[in-house]
């Protein structure tokens, strides 16, 4: 029994990210395009931070990128994380890193899903591992 896995990060993605202090944190919608291993695209949160435009890497199953706002002000967060075996989720960590005097650093975890997975795992099981993981 054969399964054909897509190993691509190109296409739609829905997420959700958390926040170190657990509190519930945003959806969004992500559109990832692929070259030779670097990524582009956008992200739109479901809230007031809008959409951000995304630069990075992908070589399965680790992925890397920066998300920049498009609303200025806004400080840019770092993301990293893992593709699952079946290429349906991306399960990592984001920081941003206080540029301002007066600002704190922030983090937390992401997950995002193809289309029709979105419950594949809840964010909040995996929060306190992943930031374990990360150095909290």
């Known amino acids: ?8 990060i190109a296409g739609s993605w829905l997420g959700k990210y958390g926040y170190q202090d657990d509190s519930d944190g ?9 070259s030779r291993g670097y990524i582009e695209g956008s992200i739109l949160d479901d809230c007031s931070l809008g959409e951000a435009f995304v630069t ?3 070589v ?4 890397s ?5 498009r609303k200025p002000g806004l400080e840019p967060v770092e993301y990293r994380g893992q593709m699952s075996e079946d ?4 399960l990592g960590v984001w920081t941003i890193k206080a540029e301002r005097p007066g600002l704190l650093d922030n983090r937390g975890t992401w ?3 193809r289309d029709g997975t979105e ?16 150095g909290s």
Not at 65 to 69: Q, S, V
């Open 60 to 63: 399965y199953p680790n992925i």
């Open 1 to 8: 029994m054969s399964e054909n896995v897509n190993h691509s």
């Open 56 to 58: 990075g890497t992908f």
């Open 65 to 69: 990128f920066t998300k920049k706002y």
């Open 26 to 34: 945003s959806t969004f919608e992500a559109v990832f395009l692929e």
């Open 87 to 90: 290429g349906q989720s991306l």
């Open 119 to 134: 419950n594949a795992f809840p964010i909040k099981t995996l929060r306190k591992e992943l930031l374990a993981q990360a």
């Open 111 to 113: 997950t995002a899903f």
